[in-house]
T-cell receptor, first 115, second 113 residues
Framework: NAGVMQNPRHLVRRRGQEARLRCSPMKGHSHVYWYRQLPEEGLKFMVYLQKENIIDESGMPKERFSAEFPKEGPSILRIQQVVRGDSAAYFC?????????????FGPGTRLTVL | GESVGLHLPTLSVQEGDNSIINCAYSNSASDYFIWYKQESGKGPQFIIDIRSNMDKRQGQRVTVLLNKTVKHLSLQIAATQPGDSAVYFCAENRETSGSRLTFGEGTQLTVNP
């Protein structure tokens, strides 16, 4: 029973390029969350999605960042025109339902480095 | 603003000792608290959770205590092992905020053999 999968595990981009991070939730999970972790800090919520719907994007920067979770395929976090401040670890989590208690299962993360 | 934070950034213990990791939170409306363990280069791993209407919950070698009066949460690890070395985060969840988790800054636990 595979856990949450993320790829790539490491991604290097130059300033101004685009970064695409992919997340495949656990089997049977239809709720996906993206978090960002800066070095030596806690995780910060970015966005919560269900299939084909963005439920809560209150943690997403207003510009350059977008997320989707299509009917088929993985969830995608897209960062356009990356800047050095985007360098961080991006974690995806999934859960089987909404509401509390809400155990979220985390993937291994994608470590983005912007040169 | 609201926050979930840790008292100490690092904790070093001897193998076999008990460890206590503390966490303070500011929002009295929190409904649910969770402790996560994060090993280097990996994603957070669920350890134990507790609802706001409880004071204590026990798992295998771990106990979480919740003191709502002073808005304090602690994680106790019994007979700490080298494999317990990691960063530990507390997180909170509220029904009014949907399913998103608010994380604290983390405590680095180091277990010395």
């Amino acid at each position: 029973n595979a856990g949450v999968m993320q790829n790539p595990r490491h991604l290097v981009r130059r300033r101004g390029q685009e970064a695409r991070l992919r997340c495949s939730p656990m089997k049977g999970h239809s709720h996906v969350y993206w978090y960002r972790q800066l070095p030596e800090e806690g995780l910060k919520f970015m966005v919560y999605l269900q299939k084909e719907n963005i439920i809560d994007e209150s943690g997403m920067p207003k510009e350059r960042f977008s997320a989707e979770f299509p009917k088929e395929g993985p969830s995608i976090l897209r960062i356009q025109q990356v800047v050095r401040g985007d360098s961080a670890a991006y974690f995806c989590a999934s859960s089987p339902y909404w509401g509390l208690p809400n155990e979220q299962f985390f993937g291994p993360g994608t470590r983005l480095t912007v040169l | 603003g609201e926050s979930v934070g840790l008292h100490l950034p690092t904790l070093s213990v001897q193998e076999g000792d008990n460890s206590i990791i503390n966490c303070a939170y500011s929002n009295s409306a929190s409904d649910y608290f969770i402790w996560y363990k994060q090993e280097s280069g990996k994603g957070p791993q669920f350890i134990i959770d507790i609802r706001s209407n409880m004071d204590k919950r026990q798992g295998q070698r771990v106990t979480v205590l919740l003191n709502k009066t002073v808005k304090h949460l602690s994680l106790q690890i019994a007979a700490t092992q080298p494999g317990d070395s990691a960063v530990y985060f507390c997180a909170e969840n509220r029904e009014t905020s949907g399913s998103r988790l608010t994380f604290g800054e983390g405590t680095q636990l180091t277990v010395n053999p």
